[in-house]
């Protein structure tokens, strides 16, 4: 058995205001969306990610919100060029939103970490042809 991944949900406090994160990330996410409690995007990659309000979550009793800003969740997206990390990274960061670590060389590809409104961590990547891993 080979396992891929499919679908990644992430909860959101405020769906328009996450919405309009992940597009200037470069998701097209129809803006009718935006007044939605649930929302699904299938990537060109394949992979789904979800959208679900706190208010949807919160019907799972078993649920425990993690504190904002904790590495509970890390979403790679992957940009293509170093060029794309530093455009993406400086777009977001001039949008108000928190950079946690401008473009690097990491000790695998060029990255940045950038957060999305509700603080999930997102890394954006490029590919480095000499990376180590």
């Keep these: 058995m080979t396992i891929q991944l499919a679908m ?12 309009a994160f992940y597009r200037r990330l470069g ?9 939605e ?10 992979v789904t990610i979800f959208f679900d309000t706190v208010f949807i979550a ?11 800003g904790s590495y509970n969740t890390v979403l790679e997206f992957y940009a ?3 060029d794309a990390v530093d455009t993406t990274h400086a ?4 949008h108000g ?3 946690r670590k401008a ?16 603080g999930n961590v997102i890394l954006l990547t490029a590919e480095d042809p000499n990376a180590d891993i």
């Design 8 to 19: 990644v949900g992430v909860v959101v406090e405020d769906m328009a205001r996450a919405l």
């Design 27 to 35: 998701l097209e996410i129809p803006q009718e969306a935006d007044g």
């Design 37 to 46: 409690r649930f929302v699904m995007h299938r990537m060109a990659s394949g």
């Design 58 to 68: 919160a019907s799972d009793p078993a649920r425990e919100r993690a504190p904002s």
């Design 80 to 82: 293509g060029t170093r």
């Design 91 to 94: 777009e977001l960061v001039a």
């Design 97 to 99: 939103y928190t950079s």
């Design 103 to 118: 473009p690097w060389k990491s000790p695998g590809p060029y990255a940045a970490l950038i957060e999305d409104p509700d």
